[in-house]
Structure formats: C-alpha cells, structure tokens
C-alpha cells in the first residue's frame, strides 16, 4: 500500500506540472473527435483516473472542458443500440462514460451552463430510464446508471426543480421505472448507499423527493406494497439504530413524508406497534436528537393513533 501511495503522489506530483496538463487537455480533447466508441471509452477512463489520483484535476482541467458534453452525446447516440442490439463493447464505452459524469457530479462543484442544461434534458433522462429498464439482466449497467441518477439527484433541494423526479413523472405512462424502484427498494432493505456520501443517504433522498413533490410522484411511481415494504425497512432501521444517529433523522424524515401522503390507523399501518415502541423509546431518551424529537412529535400530531398517553 505504501508503494502505491507513493507512485500516487509521485503521479500527482507530475500531473500538477503545467506542461504536462496542456498534454492531457489535448489527449482529452480527442473525445470530442470521431475516434470510435473504443477509443472514447478509453479516453473516459483515463480522466476518471486522472481525476482519483489528483483531487484538483476535476475542477481544475475536467468541469470546463467539452469531455462532459461529449459522455453525454455517445450515451445518447448509443442508447438505442444497446437497447435493441446489447452490444457489449458499446456497453462498456457508456459505462465508462455515466462513471466519468457520475465522478463529476459527486466534486458538487458548479457546472457550466450548457453542461447544466444537456444533463436535466428530459430526452437525456429518460434515455438513463431506458437503460434501467431494457438491461435489467445487466448488473454493471444497471447499477452504473442508477448511481449516476443518484449522484445528479442529489444536487437538487427541491422536488419541484429537480428534473430527474419531474422526467420520472412524466415518462411514467411510457416506460413503468419499476427496475428502477425494485432496485432502489433492495438497496434500501440491505442499508446500501452505492453513492457513499458521508453527508446524505442517496438512497434515502431519493424516496424522500418522491413523497415530498407536489406533483404526487410517489402516488404515480410508487405502488401500496412498496410503501408497506419501506415502513417496515424503516421500522426496522429505527428499532436497531440510536436515537443520536444522524442517519436516524433521515429515516425518520422519511417516515413523515410517507404518512404525510396517506390516513394512518393502527390497523392500516404496517409495524404499528413497533413504531410506537421506537418513538416511545426515542423520546425517554435524555440524549435523542432535537431534530428526531420534533420529528417524532409532527408525526405523532398529524396521526393520533400514535398517541403515547
């Protein structure tokens, strides 16, 4: 490891050099050149390493640079094929490409305007939904597109300005999403952020925007079994976590948006007693959370049922 370390550094050392990065921008600027789906794959990797062996190469030399637009354009160029044919070379050049935007993405830092504009494009989008939904046998693929969706979903505070919930809504009579959700629903049953984000669950936000917009999306994408399925993963997650846990306020969070959207009666509610046991413990607890505190109160507010008199 310390051998690997150091060849890192060393990497880094030589990358930072001025020349040498006016050679990589121009081996980066060959993405932009018919070279064929290979080569470009190729080229992506090559950034995406860059980019890990040099935290600065990313804002710096990668964010300005047309390389984004051009992940975007061979993704959309090669969706249909990989949709009808399964081309596995193809494949792995849009791969290498959601890998590279994904990376991007996860720097949080600003991106410009016209990169912006062709990632929340409803066309762009709904070629990821596509992908999810016509690979589903395709783990890489799959996973590789989700995480991208979840990495670009969480640059959005608000449901009602994110366009990757307003595209699920609205291609929801053309293209069911429910490989998406399945998946999305297995990786919150195992507690798997594929994201790895120290600040925010990925996963969690996800579901969170879908039963927090205005719109009703989690009414249109969701079916009843998978609103059972959560609250009895939450229930779960509450009975086995701490009431100081920060995890445990998005859990929480989330169990009140949920209920938000629907009457909740002690035979209707799946884990009813459990819940009310967590919340009881959570607050005789000296140490528990303001936000989990206030939390628990709103939701026991909205349902009486819950009531701890």
Known sequence: KSHVDLRCFLLTKLIEQRTIRLYLIDVMNLAGM??????????????????????????????????????????????????????????????????????????????PMQTNSQLSNATFLTCMFQLIENNYNDDELVMTTIKFLLSYNLRFDYPNTNPVILTLIRINEQISCRQLIERLILLFNRNIDPIEQKTTNSVIKFFAD??????????????????????????????????????????LSLLELIFRKKTITHETCTRFDELQQSFQSYLSTEHCLNENHFIINEIIQQHNCFSLV
Do not use: W
């Open 34 to 111: 018919n070279v064929g789906n290979q080569t470009h794959g190729n080229l992506f990797d090559i950034v995406r390493l860059l980019c890990q062996i040099d935290p600065t190469f990313p804002t710096s030399s990668v964010i300005d640079h047309p390389i984004l637009l051009n992940c975007v354009q061979v993704i959309e160029t090669n969706v249909n094929s990989i949709n009808s044919k399964g081309d596995d070379n193809i494949k792995s050049t849009v791969i290498s490409a959601l890998h590279l935007l994904t990376n991007i993405l996860l720097q949080n830092e600003p991106l």
């Open 210 to 251: 879908l039963f927090d917009d205005q719109k009703n999306a989690s009414d249109i994408i969701l079916l009843d079994s998978d609103r059972r399925l959560m609250i009895e993963i939450i229930s779960r997650e509450l009975t086995d976590r701490s009431c100081t846990d920060k995890i445990t306020t998005a859990y």
